[in-house]
């Protein structure tokens, strides 16, 4: 069985209600579940809540919210893999036993089906535990700067004050929109970031993480610009 599993609690606050919140004429949760489905990947694409509104609305665009995410995984400190080691275990104990298990943000509206597939294909042919998606940092980390206690600035990296862009390493981080992995890795809590895990690489243009107001206007801008050159 391949799960998609869609982590969306109902208690936001910097953004408040943003799983739900409208995004491009329909609420933000909606393009995940989209994706999912027309990925054709999964035998069942559910979403993880403790809120019966976002369940609702899970429904209505056409996931299912087969049970409530209970209290004590459901605050500002519990990370991705107990909620989704909590709905494989939930299944098992119905009696199904998923094998692969794709979790994906609720607040991804950039995710898209090929790449779910993508991520798919590459868990199921390269031998890894994960799959996940990634993107490229759009300036050289070795020559990133902090802010110092006397407001001043110093490098991170000083030894590599004198080196051209192009001769440095380049760096990717976590994109924020799908993490596939094998169900045994999310059962024994195996850390996502680590050699058993292999890329799906995105274009940066199709990357913003949603977290503050800051990031949701500027998804806005990108989801506004995509649309455009799409016409």
């Keep these: 069985m391949k799960l998609a599993v869609i982590p969306a609690r109902g208690g936001s606050k910097r953004i408040p209600r943003k799983n739900i919140r409208p995004f ?23 979403v993880s809540t403790d809120d019966a509104e976002i369940a609702d609305v899970a429904r209505a665009h056409g996931a299912a919210a087969p049970f409530m995410r209970p209290a004590e995984l459901s605050d500002d400190h519990t990370g991705t893999i107990p909620v989704i080691r909590h709905a494989i275990e939930w299944f098992q104990r119905q009696g199904t036993a998923p094998e692969e298990v794709c979790c994906i943000y609720a607040t991804a509206p950039f995710v898209r089906a090929e790449d779910i597939q993508t991520g798919l294909e590459i868990l199921g042919t390269t031998d890894c535990e994960y799959a996940f998606s990634v993107t490229s940092y759009a300036f050289p980390i070795q020559r990133a700067l902090r802010l110092t206690a006397a407001g001043r600035v110093e490098m991170f990296h000083p030894e590599h004050f004198n080196a051209r862009s192009q001769d440095l390493e380049e760096a990717y981080h976590d994109a924020g929109q799908f993490y596939w992995g094998q169900s045994s890795a999310w059962l024994a809590a195996k850390p996502i970031f680590s050699p058993a895990a292999a890329p799906v690489i995105l274009p940066r243009h199709r990357v ?14 990108m989801f506004k610009a995509m649309r455009e050159a799409a016409t």
């Design 24 to 46: 491009g004429g329909k609420p933000m949760i909606a393009w995940s579940i989209e994706a999912a489905l027309q990925s054709g990947c999964f035998d069942q694409v559910i």
């Design 208 to 221: 913003q993480d949603i977290d503050t107001p800051e990031d949701w206007e500027r998804a806005e801008w």
